[in-house]
């Protein structure tokens, strides 16, 4: 038996220079004394301290489980802190996730996004934790179905014995707080039929058939929701576990060669391609954007986080990311139009029924409506 380690990934934007562009320094440097005071005391065993864009990413790995209240806390206070240097520089947007003044136990519901995963230590231990900006947790949708369900994408679904019967999609409601399991590939088409809308619908675990064995997790904050407005778009991160009966870690970053559309760009109102950018790119300038991503990989031995390494630091991703300049591009250019600002349902968290409000004594009806319009049903 392997020692039973939890990784928990968790991030808020708790201000950053110039906009939303990136932490101050100092900020990363107080989240992490936080910690190392905590690793000192043998609170967690091993931790790291990043950013993408204005997200502090905070991962630490301990033997305390998913939820537990005194890693909560450590993250709580980490962000706290780094919230009073926001203060003392005057940076903008400052404390902008932390939707409470007190920590009740728990940091789901309260603004920072969480992603835990508690398992058991195999041999040898290779993990992927993704770090996004700038978009939602649907994001992950298209890619990790990709990853554990489409055999053009992973080769380990046809011919890895361990693969081949396939995977268990955890499908979340982010609107109504519940969730469906589904098996690829026999519910395939029922999986898209959900994820396909990703503002709503959310993949939040992943499963292998065979045994069980939890492979994928993903924040499913959506901090809109959560807050009744506007107060930043979700900026998700996901834990994948690979090798050894699971995807390859190729496998897992070939699905993000495609820089699909995902929401969150500029105030979180308008569509935008992923681009798969390294640490050195892990900042939000045009536009506040694009939306873009950075995989860090490790190997977990004993809780000792072995690494980074940072795997879209390859020239194999310079053609993605060209693509993606093409399409921010192509975007941009349709400015307030759909479809790069995002629908009315999601525009109802913005300011937007702000400006609907001053003029709806200026709305003239028109009786009978013109042909082919109906009233929407309630």
């Known amino acids: 038996m392997g020692q039973r380690t939890t990784l928990s990934v968790i991030k808020a934007d708790v201000g950053s220079i110039a906009g939303h562009h990136m932490p101050h320094p100092d900020q990363l440097a107080v989240c992490t004394k936080v910690l190392a005071e905590a690793k000192r005391r043998g609170v967690i065993i091993d931790f790291y301290v990043t950013h993408v864009g204005d997200d502090i990413q905070l991962l630490m790995t301990h033997t305390k489980g998913v939820d537990s209240s005194e890693i909560h806390g450590l993250a709580w206070e980490a962000f706290k802190e780094a919230t009073k240097v926001s203060k003392e ?90 969730s469906v399991k589904l098996s690829a590939p026999d519910e395939m088409y029922d999986i898209l039929a959900l994820i396909g809308t990703q503002g709503r619908y959310i993949i939040r675990r992943v499963f292998r058939k065979a045994d069980g064995l939890i492979t994928a997790v993903v924040s499913t904050e959506r901090l809109n929701l959560i807050a ?98 093409t399409i921010a591009e192509y975007m941009r250019r349709h400015g307030p139009f759909m479809p790069h600002r995002l629908g009315p349902e999601e525009m109802e968290y913005t300011t937007l029924p702000q400006v609907l409000k001053k003029l709806e004594d200026r709305f003239v009806k028109i009786s009978p409506p013109p042909v082919g319009v109906h009233k929407r049903e309630a």
Do not use: C
Request: charged residues 25%.
């Open 89 to 178: 520089l005057g940076l903008y947007a400052a404390g902008q996730d932390l939707l409470s003044e007190a920590f009740s136990g728990n940091l789901r519901g309260m603004g920072p996004g969480v992603a835990e995963v508690e398992f058991e230590e195999r041999p040898s231990e290779p993990i992927i934790t993704f770090h996004a900006d700038k978009t939602e947790p649907g994001a992950f949708n298209l890619p990790l179905f990709r990853v554990f369900a489409d055999p053009f994408n992973t080769a380990g679904l046809v011919i890895d014995p361990k693969m081949h019967e396939g995977f268990i999609f955890e499908v979340f409601d982010v609107y109504e707080g519940k």
């Open 228 to 325: 009744g407005r506007y107060v930043g778009k979700d900026d998700p991160v996901a834990i994948v576990r690979t090798q050894h009966g699971l995807p390859a870690v190729g496998e897992v970053l070939e699905a993000f060669a495609f820089p699909h559309l995902v929401a969150g760009w500029m105030r979180g109102s308008h569509f935008g391609p992923l681009m798969p950018v390294p640490q050195r790119y892990a900042k939000v300038t045009r536009f506040d954007g694009p939306p873009r991503i950075i995989a860090l990989g490790w190997q977990v031995k004993e809780g000792k986080l072995i690494g980074p390494a940072d795997l879209f630091d390859d020239v194999a991703f310079d053609e993605t990311r060209r693509i993606a300049q």
